[in-house]
T-cell receptor, first 114, second 115 residues
């Protein structure tokens, strides 16, 4: 069964600190993995996308890594800011696309405290 | 210059009613989607649709039906609303259906409350 597990479920850190969010998946055949950021009351926005051959991808202070062998991904946030408070959702696509080709994690709820 | 828009933003209705949520995208994308996000913030895809193919998540009740008058619009019609339908519904669109370049752009969401 295709699954995406994210940890931790929630996380509170102080402004300026770094943090790492985890995503483990069992989706097969793997096509790509995407991290989304969802601010409260808004739709998700894509942060990074990685295919099988990519190990790391950065977007400003966000750096995603992918280990396709162990089927693990992480999202590292550097020098956190209050605006980073949001839910972070890991989405894994399998080849073929379509509604049944996407598996969503349940997200990590991140709170940045001043 | 909103990319993906939805109306209404909030919808409160009685059980048993029929309602529609509208979605429009001005990105020129060829694929649109509907998602349901429950109270635990879990996003679940309901449909993906382009001008050739509708793919339905098998867990979606047939009371839900997408209707697309044209490529830029995908409305969601819900018959006989139930309490469990209360959630936030997101519309999204993407280009290049079926390829790896399928970044989805989400609308702001419609919060549906069924009383």
């Amino acid at each position: 069964k295709n699954q995406v597990e994210q940890s931790p479920q929630s996380l509170i850190i102080l402004e300026g600190k770094n943090c790492t969010l985890q995503c483990n998946y069992t989706v097969s055949p793997f096509s790509n993995l995407r991290w989304y950021k969802q601010d409260t009351g808004r739709g998700p926005v894509s942060l990074t996308i990685m295919t099988f051959s990519e190990n790391t991808k950065s977007n400003g202070r966000y750096t995603a890594t992918l280990d396709a062998d162990t089927k693990q991904s992480s999202l590292h946030i550097t020098a956190s800011q209050l605006s980073d408070s949001a839910s972070y959702i890991c989405v894994v696509s399998k080849t073929g696309g379509g509604a049944d080709g996407l598996t969503f994690g349940k997200g990590t709820h991140l709170i940045i405290q001043p | 210059d909103t990319a993906v828009s939805q109306t209404p933003k909030y919808l409160v209705t009685q059980m048993g009613n029929d309602k529609s949520i509208k979605c429009e995208q001005n990105l020129g994308h060829d694929t649109m989607y509907w998602y349901k996000q429950d109270s635990k913030k879990f996003l679940k895809i309901m449909f993906s649709y382009n001008n050739k193919e509708l793919i339905i998540n098998e867990t979606v009740p047939n009371r839900f039906s997408p209707k697309s008058p044209d490529k830029a619009h995908l409305n969601l019609h819900i018959n006989s609303l139930e309490l469990g339908d209360s959630a936030v519904y997101f519309c999204a669109s993407s280009a290049r259906y079926g390829t790896i370049y399928n970044e989805q752009f989400f609308g702001p969401g419609t919060r549906l409350t069924v009383l």
